[in-house]
């Protein structure tokens, strides 16, 4: 009997080593997995650092590519634009006809302007370049001049843009009117481009905590639920292919930024 308690005691004493020993080695494998782990981590670390910093400088880069090629376009293309213009004005000895294909220029080289003014502005917020400028400025006088902008293109789809203002508004406010007409144009635009009949309003009233409101409305086509998301995407239209081909998928981002 006390050979087999000996024999049992040793057993025992086997078992408990061989299970230090394979807590041992599995800790040290652990160990070592932790570092490789520690290195693969700060590798795929720095890895992502290096790959963000070389996507801000190409986007950088792209930016000021589009910024330098906009302005290079621009300059001949008023140069074009306004002797079109002459033409226009001047030309008596032209037939209707004449005139007519002068004027298709003109929309044709006012479109490319404005796409890429849209581009320049894009590339501008993308490089974190745009300005934004506070200054007094008359507010319903503003509001109403805005409108008639608009109001040329609206009347050719027989149209009209309606404006109210609500009660209270401040005389003048202070902000950077270039911009807010920059957006108010945009959204105007997008109204009258999917609005085939009634009418756009633009109504302005004062906001919460001093700041003034604009909402525009029109009785077009809406724009369905599963499109709400991506309206503000660059380069995104909705709608069928000749709404698309009015614009370049630019103003509601720009105007959102």
Avoid at 85 to 111: A, M, P, T, Y
Avoid at 150 to 176: W, Y
Avoid at 226 to 232: A, K, P, T, V
Wanted: glycine share 8%; with cysteine; charged share 30%.
């Amino acid at each position: 009997a006390r050979t087999f308690y000996q024999d049992e005691i040793g057993d025992l004493i086997l078992g408990f080593n061989e299970m230090i020993e394979k807590i041992q080695r599995r800790d040290h494998e652990l160990e070592n997995y932790r570092k490789t782990l520690e290195l693969k981590v700060r590798a795929r670390t720095r890895d992502l650092v290096m790959e963000k910093k070389r996507a801000e400088e190409a986007s950088l880069a792209k930016s000021r590519f589009l910024a330098s090629m906009s302005h290079e376009l621009k300059t001949p293309l008023n140069g074009i634009l306004g002797y079109a213009q002459l033409f226009d004005r001047f030309g008596s000895n032209l037939s209707q006809e004449e005139h007519q294909r002068i004027r298709v220029i003109q929309q044709c080289g006012e479109h490319l302007l404005e796409m890429i003014n849209d581009i320049l502005d894009l590339s501008k917020v993308e490089a974190g370049k745009m300005e934004i400028e506070n200054r007094i400025f008359d507010l319903i006088s503003f509001v109403h001049t805005t409108a008639a902008i608009a109001q040329p293109r609206a009347r050719e789809k027989g149209l009209t843009i309606a404006v109210h203002c609500g009660g209270n508004l401040a005389s003048h406010v202070s902000g950077d009117d270039h911009r807010i007409r920059q957006v108010l144009l945009n959204l105007l635009s997008n109204a009258v481009k999917f609005t085939k009949q009634g009418e756009i309003v633009l109504a302005v009233s004062p906001g919460e905590k001093g700041v003034t409101r604009f909402e525009v409305a029109d009785t077009g086509i809406g724009i369905p639920e599963q499109d709400l998301d991506g309206i503000f995407e660059a380069f995104t239209q909705i709608g069928d292919i000749h709404h698309k081909a009015e614009g370049t998928g630019l103003g509601l981002p720009i105007s959102r930024e």
